[in-house]
Every structure is written in C-alpha cells, then in structure tokens.
C-alpha cells in the first residue's frame, strides 16, 4: 500500500533535519562563527534535535490511518456485515465506505455522516470474504482508515435477541407437561365460573318448558379454524343436554366439512346418554358455503321455527349482529361467544350473556374433562400470572433505576 501523504512529509522534514545536523559538522571548526543564529557550536546539535521533535508532532494524531473493525452480523439471517470505528479528533465532512472482495479493487457502497462510528453493509453475500475502508469526503488521503480485516457474512441459526421469547415458551411448556400429567392423574382444579357456560342449561331447560327447540349456530369458518373445533367441543355438550330433556336440536352448517364433524357430535351425543333412537337426520343441515346466503337462511330458519333458545358460538364477522338482531326479534334466549374482538360489541349488545374472548375457549376445556385442555387451561393461567408479576417487578425495578427486567423482556 502506498505511503499516505502525512508520512511523507514527516520523513522529507526528518531528511532536512538530519542534512542540517550533517552539514553543521562538517564546518571546519575554523571556519565556524561563534555561534549560528545565536546558538553555541556546541549546541547546535541539541536545536536540530529539537527541531526534528517538533517536525514529528506537527501532524495531528488524526492525519495517521485509523483502524476499522468488520465482524458478520449477530443474530441475522446472513447477507449482513456490521462495521465500526473511533471517530477521529476532527472528523472529515462526510464518510465514502467502499468495499472490495479479498484482493480485488474498491467499489464506493454508501455515504455516512462524518460523525458517524458504525454501519451495516445488508448487501454482502454470505462466504464471499469482503475489506472495507472508509474514504474522507471531500478527498484527503491523510483522513482515510486502514482496510478492515477479510469478514465474510454468514447465517445465524440463533437470535439472541429473542432469548426473553425462548424462556417464556419454555416455562410455558414446562408448566403444560406438568399440569396435563396432574390432570391424567385426576387432580381437580376450581376455575372462575363462567356465566355464559351455566347459562347453556338453563336456555336448553327454559326450550324445554316451552316446547320450542335450540338453534345452534357454529359460525361461519371451515372446520380447520380453531374457534370451529371448540364449537364443535360445546356443540357436543349442548346435544347431550337436549337429548336427556327430549328438546328438539337444530344445528345449521356452512360447509360440507363442519357439517359432517357436527352429524357425527350430535349422533355420539345422543348415543352417550342412551337416546340414539331420537337422534334424526336432519338435524344437522349444511345450507350454503355463501356468507350472507347462509345469514339468510339461518335467519329464515328462526322466523319459521321461532326457536327458544339461540347458541351463536363460533367465529363470527360482519353477519354477527344481522343473526342476533333475529334471535332478538323472535324473543330466544341468546348465548353467544366469539375470540374475534371486533364482533364482541354486537353480542354483548344484542345477547343476554356473551363468551368473550379466551372465556369461549375456556368454556370449551371445561365442558370436554379433557386431561390435556384442562392441564392447558392451568397452565396458561399460571404463565398470565407469572407475566403480571413480570411488570408489576419490572415497573417497581424502573422506578429505582434499575431497567434491566425491562431491557430482557423488550421486543424488537
């Protein structure tokens, strides 16, 4: 690499030194004036020196290359080079980073502030070794840096960033084992009641004094949607009931698959509790895969058939308030429930008693027994507790100066 311009310049003025210092020895001591600009013979060699010092420190530290370090970028998914350096003392205007393959020639890739101390090259290929170098803007070769170390850029198969994520869903999961283990092992737990939940008899009952049937609604998702599986978990509940009290069910599809996973909840349920004979087919209908079509329908089904009791449990969206304004109009008992929030108001409004949110999944565990949702149910609510613990330690801890519960759990 070529000598930098300020290292020239310090060794031409050591040279001229050096030649003075000579040339004042070889002056014959005869021909040798008491003294040169003032100075003794004797101490002439002692200026030069001094001289030569000074010629040394004239340049400033920041005329000298700078190193930069380039190292490949933690936690990324590769094709990232991260750069840094110590800004020097009086920094040019702006930065020109150039960057070259491992002994190939330097392309210009970005300009940065001449404050700057870092930089991230997103546009290096992964195992392809790359130098850097930062150029002065405008041109002084005496404010450029050295050329970093050969970095090559590499996948990460690790985000360290996400660690808080990793601890979380594995107390999670820890908890999940354990508490399924202790269901299987017939633990009982008390849950919160859940109004809407008790409420399902009391409609079913209240149909029967009436001699009016249920309407059973599962929502307008196919069956690979998770709020139709936990309808068909309630539906399974709300057969078994109508079939001990003899009540007539309805139960109104909008897809060939849910309508065949509901046929077979209700058949079961009917067989459960010894009734399989009342079980009829038609019982369980598929009408239509169209959205408001099936609302249409669905909402015929009431006026004709005015039913005591309506079960809107499932996944919901713009029909939502068009089926309860219905049930509302014939004068059903209304219990609906739904995880999607946007429909929530419509419910709440319209219904007497609505599952909101997670409470609809809850229900779900609840009214399977099953080991597994239940043991999930426990651990799930112990993780909630522990989180709010979190903030509530994280939020103390802040007030005294101290962020570092804060700055572990942060999200990027």
Not at 2 to 25: G, I, K, Y
Request: one cysteine or more; aromatic letters at 8%; glycine letters at 8%.
């Amino acid at each position: 690499m070529e000598e930098s311009h300020s290292r020239v310049e310090v060794r031409r003025r050591t040279r001229m030194c050096r030649a003075l210092h000579r040339s004042a020895a070889l002056i014959p001591l005869r021909h040798r004036p008491a003294s040169l600009f003032g100075l003794r013979p004797g101490r002439l060699a002692w200026a030069a020196a001094l001289l030569t010092a000074a010629a040394l420190t004239v340049i400033p530290p920041a005329a000298f290359p700078f190193p930069i370090q380039a190292t490949d970028t933690v936690s990324d998914g590769g094709g990232s080079v991260s750069l840094e350096w110590s800004a020097p003392a009086a920094p040019p205007a702006s930065w020109l980073v150039v960057r070259r393959e491992r002994g190939g020639t330097f392309a210009p890739l970005d300009t940065l502030e001449g404050t700057a101390t870092s930089y991230t090259d997103t546009a290096a290929q992964n195992g392809v070794a790359y130098e850097y170098r930062l150029v002065a803007q405008p041109l002084d070769p005496s404010m450029d840096s050295e050329i970093s170390p050969a970095t090559e850029a590499h996948v990460n198969w690790f985000d360290r960033s996400k660690l808080n994520v990793l601890v979380v869903v594995g107390i999670f999961c820890l908890l999940l084992f354990f508490y399924i283990r202790q269901s299987e092992g017939g633990v009982k737990w008390q849950f919160r009641t859940i109004p809407g939940l008790a409420a399902i008899e009391e409609a079913v009952g209240r149909a029967t004094e009436m001699g009016k049937g249920v309407l059973y609604v599962p929502g307008v998702q196919d069956i690979d949607d998770i709020q139709t599986i936990a309808s068909m978990i309630l539906l399974g509940r709300v057969a078994r009931t109508t079939a001990k009290y003899e009540t007539d069910l309805m139960v109104p599809t909008n897809s060939p698959g849910v309508f065949t996973v509901a046929e077979e909840v209700v058949k079961s349920a009917y067989a459960d509790v010894g009734r399989a004979d009342a079980y009829r087919s038609d019982q369980v209908r598929y009408l239509t895969s169209e959205q408001f079509a099936y609302v249409a329908a669905v909402n015929g089904l009431m006026l004709r058939e005015r039913p005591a009791a309506n079960l809107l449990l499932g996944a919901f969206f713009a029909e939502s308030l068009l089926l309860a304004e219905t049930g509302h109009a014939v004068g059903a008992i209304q219990i609906a429930g739904t995880a999607n929030v946007h429909q929530m108001p419509f419910f709440v409004v319209a219904c007497d008693y609505t599952l909101i949110g997670e409470e609809y999944f809850a229900a779900s565990a609840l009214l399977s027994n099953d080991a597994r949702l239940l043991g999930s149910l426990k651990a799930s609510d112990i993780v909630k507790i522990l989180l709010i613990s979190v903030i509530l330690a994280g939020s103390v801890l802040m007030s005294f100066g101290h962020s570092w519960l804060g700055d572990f759990f942060a999200t990027q």
